[in-house]
T-cell receptor
Framework: SQQGEEDPQALSIQEGENATMNCSYK?????LQWYRQNSGRGLVHLIL?????REKHSGRLRVTLDTSKKSSSLLITASRAADTASYFC??????????FGAGTTVTVRA | EPEVTQTPSHQVTQMGQEVILRCVPI?????FYWYRQILGQKVEFLVS????????KSEIFDDQFSVERPDGSNFTLKIRSTKLEDSAMYFC???????????????FGPGTRLTVL
């Protein structure tokens, strides 16, 4: 399975701080996608990074991908209370399905 | 911004009953998917659908499950005889045509919470 696995499982930070979470996977991929899920709600797509890309930015989000280590990281800068959510990485191995990790639960304290 | 929509948001059913979960994918998308998330667990792939046929399905997607695109806008998941373990959040997703340059972002709907009693 090429499922992503996130680390840490949970993260608690102060508003304004940065949050970093990591994702590791097992097999070669076409792309890796990060999603956010607020408690009991739907999955919101955050960013997609392709296997030939090393870094991508979107607003306060920065994603890196190291295919040699089969790992990715998601950095949220200047966190806000509204960033409190679970964050999932999902890998796409050209087979038209996403394999999700267990997620990192981020709590931003005011 | 176009969105994937799903109905109902919550479905309660008795074990053994048939349920149909409905989805309206984003209008110009060509690939459609169903995933599920049992409470507290990972999101799991069920099935992908393209050009009116199943592209891929997981081991979970057994004979009790079926998918259909009955018209140009809806995409449905039917569970023929529900079991207690089918209780989960079911997500529909869609993506545009896939090329070497992209089109592979999957956009998810808000989910249908299925409770089997």
């Amino acid at each position: 399975s090429q499922q992503g696995e996130e680390d840490p499982q949970a993260l608690s930070i102060q508003e304004g701080e940065n949050a970093t979470m990591n994702c590791s996977y097992k097999t070669s991929i076409n792309n890796l996608q990060w999603y956010r899920q607020n408690s009991g709600r739907g999955l919101v797509h955050l960013i997609l990074i392709r296997s030939n890309e090393r870094e991508k930015h979107s607003g306060r989000l920065r994603v890196t991908l190291d295919t040699s280590k089969k790992s990715s990281s998601l950095l949220i800068t200047a966190s806000r209370a509204a960033d409190t959510a679970s964050y999932f990485c999902a890998t796409d191995a050209w087979d038209y399905k996403l394999s999700f990790g267990a997620g990192t639960t981020v709590t931003v304290r005011a | 911004e176009p969105e994937v929509t799903q109905t109902p948001s919550h479905q309660v059913t008795q074990m053994g009953q048939e349920v149909i979960l409905r989805c309206v994918p984003i209008s110009n998308h060509l690939y459609f998917y169903w995933y599920r998330q049992i409470l507290g667990q990972k999101v799991e792939f069920l099935v992908s659908f393209y050009n009116n046929e199943i592209s891929e399905k997981s081991e979970i997607f057994d004979d009790q499950f079926s998918v259909e695109r009955p018209d140009g806008s809806n995409f449905t998941l039917k569970i023929r005889s529900t079991k207690l373990e089918d209780s989960a959040m079911y997500f529909c997703a869609s993506s545009p045509i896939r090329t070497e340059y992209g089109g592979d972002t999957q956009y998810f709907g808000p989910g249908t919470r299925l409770t089997v009693l």
